[in-house]
């Protein structure tokens, strides 16, 4: 994969863009022993953030709550696989009334049988600080074809470009 022709302000507005299409990633915190898992980030471009609906007694939260989180990673790969990436970042347990009017769905209303004023709804935070982005616009059938001419000439196949994308 090369890194030459997409711009950084290109690759952070596909990643942008991404994070609002796709929606669920993995989240995991950096070191600590606990595996990363699902979440639904909600992307707050503004903000230079992703927030996530969680319950306060959830292990997650309460790594978070009690200092270990910190620094965090979340990995999203969108449907069509044409973005895949990895954001870096550091986390912080927020109960912000604002972002949870502005996030609530059906969706995240399943886990939560008190609603908007249930007594375990908090909401993870993820400030960005870097990513790096794969971009790849061929989509699958032009990979493998990639792959296969790859083979045939003993060449390295055109699996589209990666950029690292450093945020503000």
């Not at 090369?2 to 302000?9: A, G, R, V």
């Not at 609906?53 to 620094?71: H, S």
């Not at 986390?91 to 995240?108: E, H, M």
Request: proline letters at 4%.
């Amino acid at each position: 994969m090369s890194d030459d022709t997409i711009t950084q302000s290109e690759a952070e507005d596909r990643l942008w863009k991404a994070l609002e299409d796709t929606r669920t990633g993995m989240l995991g915190l950096m070191g600590t022993d606990q595996h990363f898992q699902p979440m639904t980030g909600f992307e707050d471009r503004e903000g230079g953030a992703l927030w996530f609906f969680t319950r306060d007694d959830t292990d997650l939260a309460r790594a978070v709550a009690a200092g270990e989180g910190g620094k965090a990673m979340y990995t999203v790969v969108t449907k069509d696989t044409k973005v895949y990436a990895c954001l870096a970042g550091t986390t912080a347990v927020q109960l912000d009334r604002g972002k949870i009017d502005k996030y609530w769905n059906p969706v995240v209303a399943a886990w939560y049988p008190g609603g908007k004023e249930d007594p375990h709804l908090t909401l993870i935070r993820l400030d960005l600080e870097d990513a790096r982005v794969w971009l790849n616009d061929k989509g699958p059938v032009m990979f493998m074809i990639e792959v296969a001419k790859a083979n045939l000439t003993r060449t390295f196949p055109d699996a589209g470009e990666r950029k690292d994308v450093t945020f503000q």
